[in-house]
């Protein structure tokens, strides 16, 4: 547009499926600006409509199954209330867009990366081509991604990224509800017990500011497995010794989700293992244990050697990052803990702000009436007749809770612990923020309380779990109305609000090296060591280079536009092996 409006049109043919399209335009004029774009296909772009008709044909598929097949009447309404309890929480997905979120663009390219990797050939994933100029970025070899290969498999087949993300946390809602129903159950041997504990848990505050204020797709991942972790512990030291095997499998999916999230669960096994020693040994639950852990190692290999082999090797701009100096800035002033009812604003801000410009940092409606109940429980019940079934593991966790609910409070003295001792210094450092220990205190108290509370009403269960749920369910409406009403719509179908490379660049390029600049990588860029040495044809696929060179001799390299990982292996046309290095 300069002085005058005019039009212009072309067409163009991809030879392959691409998460993201880039226009550029150069005009001579200075003055000329280009005031609508808009890209149409000859076809249907995505398959959104043919997905969501076969995920409602399922549904009454299941609902047939139920009515006409199932036996158990009882089973099938709890399976019901549970999907239902999963839909419920994820009625914020509703739209036809999505909205804002802090993490949401570094969690949305991590998909699409998936998507390209799989698209060059990759299997596992460990780098995603398209980034960096096509020097491609390896976030698949330090952050565990499992999980993500659904959402990528959508994407796959036609999905648009808006319902393939929001088909993943439907999914993990829903997800949440039977793995807290079946933990508690478990452990306290009661459906009902468990009904309450999945009711807590899966409309937890915390739980759901992970989903939508914070769109931390990893940290959300991983509170879909805490309870299955606490049973897993549970089993290993009380419970039925020989399901050790569906411990494995719990710290296997918390380690696929969440590095941080493992570390947190790993502090909590390794605290209960230690406060009961002597009863692992007894009655040879030890070999439960040790079969367990020989089992997370094997079905993890295929990702910890890569992982272990980048992060030790290189020298990460996000181990360059020192989270412990400012730890207790990112502590909660205690009043927020008892905020109840909470907005969706903020971001986790010092504690000089105060909380007004805060985001939600609180345990929420149905945890805080655990947690209360918790409290008189333990502080009045002292005989063995009045207590809950399993009270010794239940005591130990509740502890443990208190402890933490302490830690990460604003009262707790990290910065002058941490100059004092370099294993605290370590624990800041990975935790990064106090608050992140939320996730394990939720898990607990929704499992205990609901012990507790099934305790004293279980002669009016159908009461109880009509008045939770419309605690809970008033309770999730207000945040949930916040949160639809006032967060910014970030994408619609069809549009990317963020290129890639800018999204990953909002998070300062943590998987390069930290003398790293994104800025020096031109796509298609080689050199090499002297002119001597001429680079005769050169084509890249996805993170496979071939090229043709000349001139050849000793101590002689190519420099190719692939960014450097541990893992890579070049070969000449006789098969031989040649030295790769950064």
């Given amino acids: 547009y300069s002085g005058s409006m005019s039009d212009s ?6 030879d392959k499926t691409v998460t993201e399209l880039v226009v550029k335009t150069a005009s001579s004029d200075s003055n000329a600006a280009v005031k609508e774009l808009r890209v149409e296909a000859d076809g249907a772009i995505y398959a959104d409509k043919f997905f969501l008709a076969f995920l409602l044909f399922l549904g009454i598929l299941y609902l047939l199954y139920v009515k006409f097949v199932k036996k158990s009447e009882e089973e099938s309404l709890i399976h019901l209330f549970l999907i239902a309890m999963g839909l419920f929480v994820s009625y914020p997905l509703f739209t036809f867009y999505l909205q804002e979120g802090d993490d949401l663009a570094f969690h949305l390219c991590r998909i699409d990366g998936i998507v390209s990797g799989l698209q060059s050939g990759q299997f596992p994933v460990r780098l995603y081509p398209d980034m960096l100029n096509g020097y491609g970025y390896g976030v698949s070899l330090f ?14 087949i036609g999905i648009s990224q808006i319902t393939a993300y929001k088909t993943l946390l439907i999914a993990a809602n829903i997800a949440t509800a039977f793995i807290a129903y079946y933990s508690v159950k478990e452990i306290s041997r009661s459906k009902f017990t468990g009904l309450i504990g999945a009711a807590i848990y899966t409309t937890s505050t915390w739980r759901l500011i992970n989903f939508y204020d914070r769109a931390a797709l990893g940290e959300a991942l991983s509170m879909v497995f805490f309870p299955l972790i606490i049973l897993g512990v549970y089993n290993i030291l009380f419970g039925d010794k020989n399901k050790w095997y569906a411990f494995a499998l719990a710290c296997t999916f918390m380690f696929q989700s969440h590095i ?3 570390f947190i669960s790993a502090l909590f096994i390794l605290i209960m293992l230690l406060v009961n020693v002597k009863k692992l040994f007894s009655d040879r639950r030890i070999f439960g244990l040790i079969k367990a852990g020989a089992l997370i190692v094997l079905l993890n290999l295929w990702y910890l050697i890569p992982f272990v082999s980048g992060y030790f090797s290189m020298d990460l701009a996000i181990n360059a990052t020192n989270s412990a100096s400012n730890f207790q ?3 909660i002033i205690p009043a927020q803990l008892f905020n109840i009812f909470n907005d969706w604003s903020g971001i986790s801000q010092v504690l000089s702000f105060g909380i007004n410009p805060d985001m939600p940092l609180s345990l929420g409606v149905g945890v805080s009436i655990a947690l209360v109940i918790c409290i008189v429980y333990f502080i009045r019940n002292k005989k063995e007749e009045d207590r809950i079934s399993d009270h010794r593991f239940n005591l130990q966790m509740f502890i443990f809770t208190l402890v933490c609910i302490f830690m990460t409070t604003s009262l707790f003295p990290w910065d002058y612990l941490r100059d004092s001792s370099r294993i605290l210094y370590f624990f800041e450092n990975t935790l990064q923020f106090p608050w992140r220990l939320l996730s394990i205190i939720t898990a607990i108290i929704s499992l205990t309380g609901a012990m507790l509370i099934a305790k004293y009403c279980y002669k009016h269960k159908k009461l109880t779990i009509a008045a939770l749920c419309i605690t809970l369910g008033l309770s999730f409406v207000l945040y949930a109305t916040e949160y639809t009403r006032n967060a910014s719509i970030y994408a619609q179908k069809g549009i990317v609000a963020t290129s890639a490379d800018d999204a990953m660049e909002r998070f300062a390029w943590q998987y390069l090296t930290d003398d790293a ?10 050199t090499t060591s002297d ?8 084509s890249k696929d996805g993170d496979r280079i071939e090229l043709s060179v000349s001139g050849q001799k000793d101590g002689g390299y190519v420099e190719v536009p692939l960014y450097y990982y541990p893992g890579y292996t070049a070969r000449d046309n ?9």
Avoid: C, H, Q
Wanted: no cysteine; proline share 6%.
């Fill in 531 to 538: 002119n001597s040495i001429e680079v005769e044809e050169l």
């Fill in 574 to 582: 006789n098969g031989n092996k040649l030295d790769v290095s950064s």
């Fill in 260 to 262: 941080i999230g493992t």
């Fill in 9 to 14: 049109s072309g067409e163009m043919t991809l």
């Fill in 329 to 331: 800035n990112g502590a």
């Fill in 517 to 526: 600049d994104p800025d020096d990588l031109t796509a298609g860029k080689y």
């Fill in 143 to 156: 952050y565990p991604e499992l999980l993500l290969y659904f959402p990528a498999v959508l994407r796959l």
